[in-house]
Nanobody, 113 residues
Framework: AQVQESGGGLVQPGGSLRLSCVGSGFTFSAYIMQWYRQAAGKGREFVASITPGGGSTTYVDSVKGRFTISRDNGKNTMYLQMNSLKPDDEAVYYC???????WGQGTQVTVSS
């Protein structure tokens, strides 16, 4: 099983980005999937989670109302739509399949003017 993130980049404060995570080597639709992030010099932080069918989502308080997690099981892909980005959102963002603890390599999000 593998998961791979993409979509990071440089964005100004207040801007938006959409991250993607593609899963391969497993039945993507059967698993909870999650996003984490790690800012420079800090520990890894849970960001959001989505159930296998996409019907239930969970967010860390700091991103509620700004970030949206979603998935397209037909494309084996999970997304994180990030709006109203703040400098505090700057981090490496990771995709995780918690069952079996599979992680991607991460994608850098830089929020700067």
């Amino acid at each position: 099983a593998q998961v791979q993130e993409s979509g990071g980049g440089l964005v100004q404060p207040g801007g938006s980005l959409r991250l993607s995570c593609v899963g391969s080597g497993f039945t993507f639709s059967a698993y909870i999937m999650q996003w984490y992030r790690q800012a420079a010099g800090k520990g890894r932080e849970f960001v959001a989670s989505i159930t296998p069918g996409g019907g239930s989502t969970t967010y860390v308080d700091s991103v509620k109302g700004r970030f949206t997690i979603s998935r397209d099981n037909g494309k084996n892909t999970m997304y994180l739509q990030m709006n109203s980005l703040k400098p505090d959102d700057e981090a490496v963002y990771y995709c995780q399949r918690p069952t079996g603890d599979y992680w991607g390599q991460g994608t850098q999000v830089t929020v700067s003017s």
